[in-house]
């Protein structure tokens, strides 16, 4: 079963097998109204999570050290399995929560990890300003901790679409044990952190954009 992380700016709750973190103005909000998460082999809606699962933290710093606990978790318990850790992550204030990790317990997780990230501009990959890989490097990724990752990158163009199917040619070319993939060849990570907005939007799917609406079965689309 793989892990989600739905990463907000205060709180969290975790739920085995899903662990969201909230923002806790809208954790009620998304209760209340019954948030659905859809990630089985077959796409089908997956039922709404028990309430009495959730764990609330008090602050983003105590958000930051139980990603920080899960991402070890889940790494050992992939690595135990199967010998690999996939990894998605995103941009924003959660690369921050991936610094200071140990590298002694860290290095030989991250030796066998591979990292995808969940969004991305169309941008030069060195880009410090715009570029979540540069600011990757920065914050964490050329940390000790860290530097024995399988970073997969994109090509650091500005087109949307190509640099989208090139990212997902990528994703694909990897080996079966390094990023398994369910029969109708979307990817299935070991945990996913995706950042989430105000608005309770996550993940850059925007749910009013075309670009996600097609019904075309794409691992990585161009959202302009």
């Known amino acids: 079963m793989i892990s989600m992380v ?19 103005d809208i954790m009620d909000h998304a209760l209340n109204n019954r ?20 764990e609330i933290l008090s602050n983003a710093e105590a958000v930051g ?11 050992k318990k992939a690595i135990a399995a199967r010998g690999k850790f996939a990894l998605a992550i995103p941009g924003g204030s959660i690369l921050k929560m991936l610094t200071g ?7 030989e997780i991250s030796e066998k990890t591979t990292i995808a990230y969940v969004n991305h501009k169309c941008v030069a990959m060195d880009d410090i300003q715009l570029a979540t890989h540069a600011n990757a490097r920065k914050l964490f990724l050329d940390d000790d901790a860290w530097k024995a990752a399988n970073v997969i990158v994109m090509d650091g163009t ?17 080996a079966a044990n390094t ?5 109708v060849g979307i990817p299935i990570f070991d945990l996913a952190l995706i950042g ?15 670009e996600v609406s ?3 079965v794409r691992i990585d689309l161009p959202v302009c």
């Open 6 to 24: 739905i990463l907000g700016m205060t709180s969290a709750f975790v739920i085995p097998g899903w662990t969201t973190v909230h923002n806790t």
């Open 35 to 54: 948030f659905v998460m859809q990630a089985s082999s077959n796409l089908e809606t997956m039922p709404s999570t028990d309430s009495n699962m959730v």
């Open 65 to 75: 050290r139980r990603v920080k606990d899960i991402v070890i978790e889940e790494g």
């Open 101 to 107: 990790m140990d590298p002694a317990i860290m290095s």
């Open 158 to 174: 500005a087109d949307g679409d190509a640099e989208a199917k090139s990212y997902e040619s990528k994703m694909r070319d990897l």
């Open 179 to 183: 990023l398994p993939v369910i029969e």
């Open 196 to 210: 989430v907005g105000d608005d309770g939007l996550f993940g850059s799917l925007f749910s009013a954009r075309d």
């Open 214 to 216: 097609t019904g075309i």
